[in-house]
């Protein structure tokens, strides 16, 4: 699986938009973007994934730029219960790819 | 179905013991792997099983590491005769892996934390 850069912290206000950028320079025609999040003494969670459109969903938007090179994920209106590691992943639906975690970004909400 | 369970939630244990986790999936998935994450490192991958099969394991995953999931349904990882670097969470997730490709998520249960003292 390719690798990603996170940034390895951000900070957001509460209630506002939340945009968590990832570089994924090396990745394949047939790699997918896997976005998860990890709370504080929890298992990470899946939140969304795409190819190459942009991607929406209850819990988030994915936009990915037209080179596939860097993508970024949107919590439009940030919650305290957002704080939590957020962890981008690149890999293949193929048969034999597993996830493979870097250090992510902790995401800190504040009121 | 409630998600994926794992137990214990804590586990304290001696160096030198052995200790043994039990995963059990959601009921559908056909997939089931385990990750060990230490304190501020992402999971890192230990292996996984496609129904009953074993078909990866992690360098990570030792001679004192065992995992079986006899009959495709709930898993255990065993730990023999642990040591104080196997402290960690060790984390279980499953998923449905579609014939031809296509797997939409893992979901991961809230882990079993080792302390081996």
């Known amino acids: 699986d390719a690798k990603t850069t996170q940034p390895p912290s951000m900070d957001c206000a509460e209630g506002r938009a939340a945009n968590l950028p990832c570089n994924h320079s090396t990745i394949s025609g047939n790699e997918y973007v896997y976005w998860y999040r990890q709370i504080h003494s929890q298992g990470p969670q899946y939140i969304i994934h795409g190819l190459k459109n942009n991607e929406t969903n209850e819990m988030a938007s994915l936009i990915i730029t037209e080179d596939r090179k860097s993508s970024t994920l949107i919590l439009p209106h940030a919650t305290l219960r957002d704080t939590a590691v957020y962890y981008c992943?690149?890999?293949?639906?193929?048969?034999?790819?597993?996830?493979?975690f870097g250090k992510g970004t902790m995401l800190l909400v504040s009121p | 179905d409630t998600g994926v369970s794992q137990d214990p939630r804590h586990k304290i244990t001696k160096r030198g013991q052995n200790v043994t986790f039990r995963c059990d999936p959601i009921s559908e998935h056909n997939r089931l792997y385990w990750y060990r994450q230490t304190l501020g490192q992402g999971p890192e991958f230990l292996t996984y099983?496609?129904?009953?099969?074993?078909?990866?394991k992690s360098r990570l995953l030792s001679d004192r590491f065992s995992a079986e999931r006899p009959k495709g349904s709930f898993s255990t990882l065993e730990i023999q005769r642990t040591e104080q670097g196997d402290s960690a969470m060790y984390l279980c997730?499953?998923?449905?892996?579609?014939?031809?490709?296509?797997?939409?998520?893992?979901?991961f249960g809230s882990g079993t934390r080792l302390t081996v003292v």
């Open positions: 992943i690149v890999r293949t639906l193929s048969g034999y790819s597993t996830l493979t």
């Open positions: 997730a499953s998923s449905l892996e579609l014939t031809g490709g296509g797997n939409y998520g893992y979901t």
């Open positions: 099983f496609q129904n009953e099969a074993q078909l990866e």
